[in-house]
Nanobody
Framework: QVQLVESGGGLVQAGGSLRLSCTASGSIVTINNMGWHRQAPGKQRELVAHISPEENTNYADSVKGRFTISRDNAKNTIYLQMTSLKPEDTAVYYC?????????????WGQGTLVTVSS
């Protein structure tokens, strides 16, 4: 069993910053790509950013230049530093990871953390 636990969400004013964290735990052999996604009310879940084990990154156009994804492989953790937040960034943010266990190669999702940006 592998679990992802996110933290760091909350309420912030437009223009403010937040940092999200996501830590994987359990029967992990290695972790491949990890990423952040978000789902706003009434909208589909969308990719925000992802990062490879070699720390190659990719971002949605809507967050480029404002959000930074990073990872600490020793801690099985990724971070999402969010700056210049806008009301349209309001969403539940989920992390996911492609994990190799002794039995399988699985995609695991966290439970989500709510980010609310007030205008």
């Amino acid at each position: 069993q592998v679990q992802l636990v996110e933290s760091g969400g909350g309420l912030v004013q437009a223009g403010g910053s937040l940092r999200l964290s996501c830590t994987a735990s359990g029967s992990i052999v290695t972790i491949n790509n990890m990423g952040w996604h978000r789902q706003a009310p009434g909208k589909q879940r969308e990719l925000v950013a992802h990062i490879s084990p070699e720390e190659n990154t990719n971002y949605a156009d809507s967050v480029k230049g404002r959000f930074t994804i990073s990872r600490d492989n020793a801690k099985n953790t990724i971070y999402l530093q969010m700056t210049s937040l806008k009301p349209e960034d309001t969403a539940v943010y989920y992390c996911d990871a492609l994990v190799v266990t002794k039995e399988a190669y699985v995609e695991v999702w966290g439970q989500g953390t709510l980010v609310t940006v007030s205008s």
